[in-house]
């Protein structure tokens, strides 16, 4: 599984990244971005659903 | 000193968002202007349109085309197109259109990122605990006033280098902007023209310019636009959206989580014996009792959802009845604190998402933790006391409590 966020979208509401820090962060605008090129670890993919669950901007996609 | 303006008999065609009814509790009227119409309209304020559901709200905020954000607040005195600082507006960038928009909110980001905002939480909690030790020994307490409201005006104050002992002043400026908007024309304009809140920040810019320090308001003095030092007009219009939008709203949230804490047993017990449901109870606190309804301008003229809209018209955008569409959201009326999928509009969507977000969901968890260690078990004294705030800014202003086992 792996996880994308769309700069295009994300605005900065930060909720993937206090969801799942180990799957995300932020720069400092606040903008989300994916960490490990967005390689989601088996024990993780949980996370990344609810972090894609969250997002009200729709900004973050999965891809198994 | 304000107008009074005749009772709402018909909501889907004359609503008010300053009628007693509103303030009380606007849900039920949302809930059935959503199914019925879904966008209304009022003449009040000079023509107002208020959509209800999620998709319409959400389709708004994305829409920087056809609505303007160069006022945010209904009231009696529209602006027209030239009576503003274009394109800055008057409190950059919450008044802000594109392009201008970007710049000057990537100004500020870096302020309010989530690591800045951390670096502020010890401060917080400590001063949580001071307020709960200012009240230690009393059964009864008010949980707005004696507690919520201090807390984001103290932060606020703190982060902008001003005073501490101004707390009162603040709370009258916030008054002023936010709750007094059924004044007529004339009284709003004289209040505008008397230039109490401009003469007040022209002092502190003064003080910062003759004694920089690490605060925002020093930032801002020395931010730079293109090359450029910014406007005077610009740095004192931020640093009044700073400190307006940065108490009213988040008081408004933390007392309305503990209204509603006062009044569920269950709540109380599952955040005291499960701790780690703080983290969905307070995006649930912030879907269900969402402060910030915002407002735009209609920019030109525009059909939607069967109506026409006319360039100058105001409209109200209410994310907190966004928040309680049932077609977006599973028991919307419902308040679940361990509620899994929450994509909740209580900070705004596009590009005015609130930037103090990362701040308030702070100033909230930490308010709630520290208020829930003390005092594990409280109920309202008097439902009957509680009072809610007129205006875009929903929250309560009175919580009487009864502390039932304090710690």
């Given at each position: 599984m792996r996880v994308h966020v769309d700069p295009e979208k994300c605005q900065g509401h930060n909720r993937c990244y206090a969801l799942a820090p180990e799957l995300f962060d932020v720069d400092d605008l606040g903008n989300a971005f994916e960490l490990n090129d967005g390689v989601v670890p088996p024990a993780l993919e949980d996370k990344a659903r609810r972090a894609v669950a969250n997002c009200p901007e729709y900004a973050i996609s999965i891809s198994e | 000193m304000t107008t009074q303006h005749p009772p709402v008999e018909n909501w889907a065609t004359d609503f008010d968002h300053t009628d007693p009814q509103w303030v009380a509790d606007p849900y039920p009227i949302w809930d059935e202007l959503r199914s019925s119409c879904p966008v209304a309209h009022s003449e009040r304020y000079g023509g107002t349109w208020l959509p209800l559901r999620h998709e319409d709200v959400s389709a708004i905020a994305y829409d920087t085309e056809h609505f303007t954000?160069?006022?945010?607040v209904v009231s009696e005195v529209r602006p027209g197109p030239?009576?503003?600082?274009?394109?800055?507006?008057?409190?950059p960038p919450i008044t802000s259109d594109p392009p201008f928009h970007a710049l000057a909110r990537r100004l500020l980001l870096p302020a309010f990122s989530p690591r800045r905002i951390d670096a502020l939480e010890p401060f917080t909690r400590q001063l949580c605990v001071e307020l709960l030790d200012a009240a230690a020994g009393r059964t009864e307490l008010d949980a707005a006033v004696d507690y919520a409201q201090h807390i984001p005006l103290r932060v606020i104050v703190r982060m902008l280098g001003f005073p501490q002992e101004d707390a009162d002043v603040f709370r009258r400026f916030v008054r002023m902007v936010l709750e007094d908007v059924d004044q007529s024309p004339e009284e709003r304009q004289a209040v505008v023209e008397e230039g109490e809140l401009d003469a007040y920040m022209d002092a502190r810019i003064a003080e910062h310019l003759a004694d920089p320090q690490d605060d925002l308001t020093s930032f801002l003095l020395d931010a730079e636009l293109d090359g450029h030092k910014l406007e005077p007009a610009h740095v004192r219009g931020t640093m009044v959206l700073l400190m307006i939008a940065g108490i009213d709203t988040t008081w408004s949230a933390i007392g309305a989580s503990l209204w509603h804490l006062a009044q569920s047993p269950a709540d109380r017990r599952r955040l005291v014996d499960e701790p780690d449901t703080m983290a969905t109870a307070v995006e649930e606190f912030l879907r269900a009792y969402a402060p910030v309804t915002m407002a735009r301008l209609v920019a030109k003229d525009f059909d939607f959802q069967g109506q026409r809209l006319k360039e100058g018209d105001w409209l109200l955008l209410p994310f907190p009845a966004a928040n309680r569409d049932p077609d977006f959201f599973p028991d919307a009326d419902q308040v679940r604190i361990d509620r899994a999928e929450n994509r909740h509009a209580a900070f705004g969507l596009g590009i005015h998402r609130c930037i103090g977000s990362n701040l308030a969901r702070m100033e909230l968890r930490v308010a709630l933790e520290e208020w829930m260690r003390r005092y594990p078990d409280f109920e309202l004294t008097d439902p009957g006391q509680v009072t809610w705030s007129a205006g875009q800014v929903r929250g309560p202003r009175c919580v009487p409590v009864r502390v039932l086992r304090g710690d």
């Open positions: - | 954000s160069r006022s945010v030239d009576d503003l600082p274009a394109p800055i507006g008057l409190a």
